[in-house]
């Protein structure tokens, strides 16, 4: 803080013990001291003031930025917005149009062929002679308590012998 040296302090120390006496110079120095560690804290509270007011005022130069960006970020959503509707309304404009225009060719071409002949789409579920599929087969008689035949075996569904009742007769 202050520059002062070895020698500077060796002269005031020989004029306070003239001036003061040997008797009170321990109870000055001591108020002396007090008083400067005093100063010191003073002047400390203030630079750390200074320096908070001074971090404040980045921060509200930093939020007044961050608002400026929001504001723009704002109005480029909003046009973005404003130009995907009329994009939208103009599309479904559009297709109103084509569809009022091509309304009759569905009906003109006739129905369904798919959907008169009660076949699947892709004609391969395989049918027995009643009509039913073999998935169904199969869940009927697990419904009916029996086993689904293994693959390649040659036991009808439901006479099939597995290891679960096996075990149960011995």
């Known amino acids: 803080m202050f520059d002062i040296g070895f020698w500077e302090l ?3 120390g020989v004029v306070g013990l003239l001036v003061i006496g040997p008797e009170r110079l321990p109870g ?3 108020t002396i001291g007090l008083y400067v560690g005093k100063l010191q804290r003073f002047v400390q ?3 750390s003031d200074i320096r908070h ?3 404040a005022g980045e921060l509200r130069d930093l939020i007044s930025q961050q608002d400026k960006q ?3 970020l704002q109005t480029l959503v909003n046009d973005t917005r404003d130009e995907v509707q009329g994009n939208v309304q103009e599309i479904g404009s559009e297709l109103g149009e084509a569809s009022g225009k091509y309304a009759g060719i569905g009906t003109s071409l006739g ?3 798919l959907a008169d002949s009660g076949n699947s789409p892709s004609g391969d579920s395989p049918t027995d002679a009643g009509g039913a599929t073999e998935t169904s087969a199969i869940g009927a008689d697990r419904s009916a308590g029996g ?3 293994a ?3 040659d036991e009808p569904p439901g006479e099939q012998a597995t290891d679960s009742d096996a075990k149960k007769s011995a």
């Open 111 to 113: 129905s369904d062929p």
């Open 53 to 55: 007011e001074l971090d």
């Open 151 to 153: 693959a390649g075996s």
């Open 10 to 12: 060796a002269i005031i």
């Open 45 to 47: 509270g203030v630079k």
């Open 28 to 30: 000055v120095a001591r």
């Open 147 to 149: 086993h689904a035949p």
């Open 70 to 72: 929001l504001k723009e």
